[in-house]
């Protein structure tokens, strides 16, 4: 019987993941100033497949499948210039990358045929959620690294709120990025997959605190269950770190990805405002907030994924 299969470049591929509003494009924007690494590049379609994957919708092998060949067309385009982006205000455009000409004569170039792509340059990807699916995405794409930003809950709870992703009509909108799902004639982010009816009776500031938790459950599992092997090509950067001690943390990425730091590097961080402080006057804000808004139990239990996070990077907070 035959089988569906796909054949894949082996060159090296950098997976850029974390969860929404924790600072991907910000991590991307950095890695992409060190020497001989691609421009970001996002695709919404690729992601779409480990979702699926994840709440059952297709099996593991069709999967594979897809990520695949997804990839691989995703980078045949990029190196023969089609499909490039030039919206000077967008974090992938090749206008905020340090070298368009390097995009510019690829659009220019004649070359279409491709069988084989250098490791030259490294090809850099944004995975929204892409740790959640570790094992599935590793498995499939033997060549790829990952490197998972992670924030603290609160913020991320405080962030998602903001953008009203506890809201109802996000989701029904056409060119919504996340997998969205039908439960009794709403529209619902996938996230809330087995627990509808919860998500359905909640109001907006407990969904995003749920969302969040569920998210940061399902992350803890994955990386337990990671082969030794998938350790190696894994680094988790804390988002405090970045902005704290960026030197730091870009000379453990450069490490990471054996590449060198590039000298647009620190130009970069000056306009992203970085170093920042830690733990500053808006935080109290945002603390206050949300005790407001949540329940007690649900408040509490956010700081307790708070303390966790916390903990594993050696944090100790000094506001309340």
Not at 3 to 25: M, V, Y
Not at 35 to 46: A, F, G, N, Q, R
Not at 217 to 246: A, S
Request: proline share 2%; net charge positive.
């Amino acid at each position: 019987m035959s089988k569906i299969f796909s054949k894949i470049f082996d060159n090296e591929i950098l997976a850029t993941s974390g969860f929404t509003r924790s600072g991907k494009a910000m991590l991307m924007k950095l890695i992409s100033t060190f020497e001989y690494v691609e421009k970001s590049h996002t695709d919404i379609l690729l992601e779409q497949i480990y979702y699926l994957h994840k709440i059952k919708k297709i099996q593991t092998n069709t999967a594979k499948y897809l990520l695949r060949k997804n990839l691989n067309i995703i980078q045949f385009y990029n190196l023969i210039g089609r499909n490039v982006n030039y919206k000077s205000s967008d974090f992938s455009s090749v206008l905020n990358y340090h070298n368009p000409k390097l995009y510019y004569d690829r659009t220019n170039s004649k070359h279409y045929k491709l069988d084989k792509i250098s490791n030259k340059y490294l090809f850099q990807i944004m995975l929204h959620s892409g740790l959640n699916s570790a094992d599935l995405i590793m498995k499939s794409l033997p060549s790829l690294k990952i490197i998972e930003i992670l924030k603290n809950p609160l913020e991320l709870v405080y962030s998602w709120i903001k953008k009203d992703y506890g809201k109802m009509h996000v989701y029904s909108k056409p060119n919504i990025y996340i997998l969205t799902i039908k439960f009794q004639n709403q529209i619902l982010p996938y996230y809330a997959y087995g627990w509808e009816k919860q998500f359905l009776q909640m109001n907006q500031f407990e969904r995003c605190a749920k969302m969040i938790f569920k998210l940061i459950d399902e992350r803890q599992k994955q990386l337990i269950r990671l082969t030794k092997n998938q350790k190696k090509k894994l680094l988790l950067v804390n988002f405090d770190d970045l902005i704290n001690k960026p030197e730091k943390e870009i000379i453990k990425i450069s490490k990471f990805i054996k590449r060198k730091i590039g000298k647009k590097t620190f130009f970069v961080l000056k306009k992203e405002k970085i170093p920042r402080k830690l733990f500053d006057e808006k935080y109290n804000v945002k603390l206050e907030f949300l005790k407001k808004k949540l329940t007690t139990e649900t408040f509490l239990k956010l700081l307790e994924y708070e303390k966790k996070h916390l903990k594993q990077f050696n944090y100790e907070k000094k506001i309340h």
